[in-house]
């Protein structure tokens, strides 16, 4: 995948913690580099990888996995490789950091739960885990307490509650430390009150 990164922030080669954001269908990085004003991210580099066509995959992200691909399985490559670019400049997993929206809250809780580890958090602001239902054999790894806060609507358009609970469900079992919040009618955005949970429990931890 020809995955454009743009960075922002402390310099990854200077940073001791390191945000990547994840764009949703149709945005582009640069949008969701916008949401770092508001949060408390002074001393992260922040990452924030471009999908091509600003798509990461092309279907919705209930359907089955395989009409997805190739794009899903190059998008989850397309995560790894930052995650390892990141590691190289000395940021350990534990200091690495996830955040998307919509289409990049569901690839955001993907790969994390996919390869879970003690990150620094994850904050998916409307998303959920991917396919046409949830494949607990994908799914390795232990979080450690992982703090992870995920925002959506009641009813959201994209993103069924249903789904939102059933990844919150399987995340907890794998050991992560999650915050969900259900908002009625609050419609497919990123509201101030999910800005603040994110601040709160993701990035004032020292």
């Not at 929206?101 to 994390?112: H, I, K, R, V, Y």
């Not at 959920?128 to 009641?154: A, R």
Request: glycine share 8%.
């Amino acid at each position: 995948m020809n995955t454009d990164i743009l960075t922002d922030g402390i310099p990854l080669n200077e940073a001791k913690k390191a945000l990547i954001m994840i764009h949703g269908r149709g945005a582009s990085a640069h949008d969701i580099l916008s949401i770092a004003k508001h949060l408390k991210v002074e001393d992260f580099a922040l990452v924030a990888p471009q999908a091509e066509n600003r798509t990461w995959y092309p279907y919705s992200f209930l359907a089955p996995l395989n009409e997805n691909e190739p794009s899903f399985s190059k998008s989850l490559e397309a995560i790894h490789q930052v995650v390892v670019a990141i590691q190289q400049n000395g940021i350990e997993k534990e200091n690495i950091y996830f955040l998307g929206f919509s289409q990049g809250a569901c690839l955001a809780l993907e790969f994390t739960t996919r390869n879970a580890a003690k990150y620094g958090g994850v904050v998916a602001f409307t998303g959920g885990l991917i396919g046409d239902q949830v494949y607990e054999n994908h799914y390795s790894g232990n979080f450690e307490n992982t703090p992870v806060f995920i925002g959506t609507s009641d009813p959201d358009f994209h993103v069924p509650v249903e789904r939102v609970n059933e990844t919150e469900a399987l995340m907890e079992k794998m050991g992560a430390d999650v915050t969900k919040k259900i908002y009625p009618n609050m419609g497919h955005t990123i509201s101030q009150d999910e800005i603040n949970c994110a601040n709160a429990l993701i990035f004032n931890k020292k």
